[in-house]
Every structure is written in C-alpha cells, then in structure tokens.
C-alpha cells in the first residue's frame, strides 16, 4: 500500500476508489443513490455484505476521502443481491418445513407441487414430506434417463462416427456442406478467421484481443488447429464467420490468390478439391493491406465499425419482418428490432406509437400529463444535479477541483470532456452517418432534432424574424443558429 502511494504528496486530496485503489472515482461510498428506484448507499452495502467498514484516515489532522468507482459498485451490487437471496430463501425453506403459516401468493414459487398438496391444518408428518421428496427425485431422474436417451439416439445416427464432433447433430445438410466447403477452404489456405467485439480484434476460439492482425494471426496458427475452428463453428450454429484475406495463398503450391472465389476455383481446377457447393460461410475482410474497403462493392471505410455494418447490406440472413431490413447476424437484427421497431405504450390508454415524442405529445394533449425534464446525473460531492453528463463532468472540473479530461478525435484535433460528445462528433463531422429519412422529401439527417428543423421547412409560413437584418425562419432554433453563426 505504501509503495503504490509513494509518489502522491497528500492523500487527502487523491480521487481514487477505496476498494481497487482505481484514479478517477466520482461517488462516495455514504452518499445515498439510486438505482432502477431503489436506494443505495455503498457504506451499508459493503457492511452488510462482507462487514467491512472503510475508515476516514487521518492524515495531519484531516480526513480521506471515501469513493468508490463503477466497477466495484457492479460486484458489491452482485454480492449484496446474492446474499439476500440466499438469506431470503432459507427463511422461505425453514418456514415451509416448520408448517408455520404464510402467505400463498408470496411462496408460491417455493416447490409449487409440494404447496398445492399442502394444508397449514392438517398435521404434517415428516414421512410424507420425505415421500413427496422421493416422488419429485424419481421424476428428476426419470427426465435424466430420457436425455441420456435422445443422446444416445443422435450419437448412434451420426453420419460419421469418427469425427470428434459427431456427437452433435446437424439437423441441416445445407448448413453442414456450407461448414465443410468453409473448412476446406481454410485447410488449404492462409486465410485466418477473428472476431470483432468491444473494438477489438479477437481470436475466433478463444476471444483473446488484439489490436494488430499479424499478431491474431500468429495466435491462431500456433495455438488452435482445424478442429478446434470447425468445434467453434459448430458451436455457434454455422453462423457466419468474419476472415481475414490480405495475403491469401494457397497452401499446396504457394500461389497468390486476389478472393475467395478466385482460391476455390484454383483449389478444384489445380488440386482436384471438391466442393459440393459454390457458397460457404466466410465473411472476406483486407485489413492488412492499408486500407479497409468493402470487398464485394468495393466502397471504403475509415474504421473497421463502420464497415462490419455496412457488410449487413451484402449478407442478409436474418430479414425483418416489420420493414424488410437483412442483416448478416441475428445480433444486428435484434439491434435493430429494440431501436426502430420497439413500441412506445401510452399508459392511459394503451395505444402504441412509433417513438417517445409521439407518446409525449399524445400525453399531453389528450390526457394533459405534465412531463418535467428529469436532472439524471447527480453531483456525489454536493445537491447539484445535471440534465447531461458532460454538464456534470465539467461541474466537479470546475467546482470540486477534478482533472479535466480529455478525449481526443481520430480525424482532428478537436478534444472533448466525454467520450460520448467525441463519438458523436465523429459520426456528425467526419462518417456523416445519416439514418434519419424526412417521409416528405426522403432527404436524410444525422439526428432527430437535424430532421425536426429540416420538417420546418416544409410548413407554410416563416413566424420568427431576425431583429438584425430582418430574416425569416419557421423555428425559433433556425433563428438561434442563423444569429449565432451569421451575428456574433
């Protein structure tokens, strides 16, 4: 402990988080806050669960500072829900054994079977509970027996048997002949397949990260073989599965190879590989080649995120059912259901509508609820509370003498306080990702808001006059823009 604060001059004054030693924490550990409505206070916590009691330190007369930070808080919350859990089970137990009385609508998710038989009048022998036990073990043990069954079944129709995966069962041929024409591929050539997860390049088996290629692929090839892959494969239901293609070579005579298409037709026509299909699994990324473009369309990308959406639009697997929109996963397909197709109830009236302004404005005319914009982010050092993060952020910077953070964007030289105002910046400025339509002129803008003053426009009339130079606007923001860029 000494060692790690050898070079802080007063440890009164440090941020860091009292249970990791982490720099950066912004809650104090006896501060009351909330979480999905219910109270918590981290002090407490820490006592109920473990009886651990963090100390104010004196140091020359004055008091440390007591914090906590994120990742704490997520496990003291696991380990404080586990054990009252635990605690709240054995008393519902200890009850249910004692015949004491309770409430059935409480306890009904205590042994159902058990409790649809049971009578707090009646006497209650220990010979019956034990025989109700036995009854329920023998069912267990029954539904055991008739899996064991069912895997016996599959493993003795395997097609073949001396495969280590034969085990499990392909119920599909055509997604089986996909994986094997995949396989052949990758035996025969140095394509290396990865994942993408958490903006980082990972190891198709065992999800280790990477931030260069080479490195993932050196990984691949020494410590997994071919077998290991197609278990992956099978694992994951032969999904597809994203390679890497920069340098493809043929294994068997060292030929340069420019896709896929070009190494399976050279594997039959050369080497008399036979391939039951022409498709196959692989997903074609060149990431060491400089530059990271699209290899069906050819289109390029400045980051790899970008791209692994837009190759959505060349593998459709997975179709909407509300709007017609493929997806190359059923990840991306889920993503899009909750963000665009997700209803939005009226709680009154249960009608549903597109999305939360609608609802609101709904509220407020037909049931005349009144909506309060909520201040989501407290100040765990005083009473101040925050519409934004970043308000709150440059708060503690200003009034609690915090470090200023700094987060700096890949395209320019701008640098923000939040890492969310730089990931917006980045998609606003520099990939001009637009996904919002106008249903009138089908233009397209970044945000909601860009798409709600470009609506303005389309209304007769310009109500808000500049007092300047005497110009029009249909709403008071265009007004508030045009005087900010065009006056001061």
């Known amino acids: 402990m000494e060692a790690q604060f050898a070079n802080v001059v007063d440890i009164t004054n440090i941020n860091i988080c009292r249970c990791c030693l982490k720099n950066h924490c912004y809650k104090d550990i006896s501060t009351e806050y909330y979480q999905c409505g219910e109270k918590e206070v981290y002090e407490d916590m820490l006592k109920d669960t473990f009886d651990v009691q963090i100390q104010h330190e004196t140091r020359n007369g004055a008091t440390s500072r007591r914090l906590i930070c994120d990742d704490c808080i997520s496990k003291l919350r696991e380990a404080y829900t586990f054990k009252k859990m635990v605690m709240d089970n054995e008393a519902r137990f ?28 009646d006497s209650f022998e220990d010979n019956e509970v034990l025989a109700n036990i036995k009854e329920e073990a023998t069912k267990t043990n029954i539904k055991i027996k008739k899996k064991r069954k ?40 140095s394509i290396c397949v990865f994942q993408w997860n958490k903006s980082r390049y990972r190891c198709f088996c065992c999800s280790e990260p990477f931030d260069d290629m080479n490195l993932l692929k050196e990984h691949t090839y020494t410590e997994h073989s071919l077998t290991d892959i197609e278990r992956k494969m099978i694992k994951q239901q032969n999904l597809l599965v994203k390679v890497e293609i920069s340098l493809l070579k043929c294994k068997i005579c060292d030929k340069n190879l420019s896709d896929l298409d070009n190494l399976k037709n050279h594997l039959h026509n050369a080497h008399n590989v036979e391939f039951p299909s022409l498709e196959h699994l692989f997903v074609p990324f060149k990431i060491q080649d400089g530059g990271l473009t699209c290899q069906i369309c050819y289109e390029n990308f400045k980051l790899f995120r970008v791209l692994n959406i837009h190759m959505n639009k060349h593998y459709q697997k997975h179709i909407c059912d509300k709007c017609g929109a493929g997806f190359s996963s059923l990840i991306f397909l889920n993503l899009h259901r909750t963000r665009l197709h997700r209803p939005f109830k009226c709680g009154r009236c249960k009608l549903d509508f597109k999305n939360k302004v609608d609802r609101k404005n709904h509220e407020i005319k037909a049931h005349n609820i009144q909506h309060e914009r909520k201040k989501r982010f407290p100040c765990p050092f005083c009473d101040e509370r925050f519409f934004q993060e970043s308000a709150k952020v440059q708060h503690l910077v200003q009034k609690h003498d915090f470090e200023k953070p700094e987060f700096k964007c890949e ?24 996904s919002h339509e106008c249903d009138l002129c089908h233009s397209y803008f970044y ?21 300047t130079c005497s110009s029009l606007f249909s709403s008071k923001e265009s007004l508030r823009r045009h005087i900010k860029r065009s006056h001061l």
């Open 150 to 189: 069912v895997s016996e079944t599959r493993r003795k129709f395997s097609r073949n048997s001396s495969n280590p995966n034969a085990k499990i069962w392909d119920r599909s041929s055509k997604t089986r002949i996909l994986r094997e024409n995949s396989l052949k591929l990758l035996a025969n050539s």
């Open 94 to 121: 200890q009850q249910y054994l004692d015949g004491l009385s309770f409430d059935e609508s409480k306890f009904k998710s205590l042994v159902p079977s058990d409790f649809e038989m049971y009578n707090p009048d």
């Open 447 to 467: 945000s909601r808001s860009d798409l709600g003053r470009h609506k303005g426009t389309h209304v007769d009339g310009k109500k808000f006059s500049c007092n």
């Open 411 to 434: 395209f320019c030289s701008k640098s923000f306080i939040t890492k969310s105002l730089v990931n917006n910046h980045t998609k606003y400025a520099h990939l001009k990702e637009k």
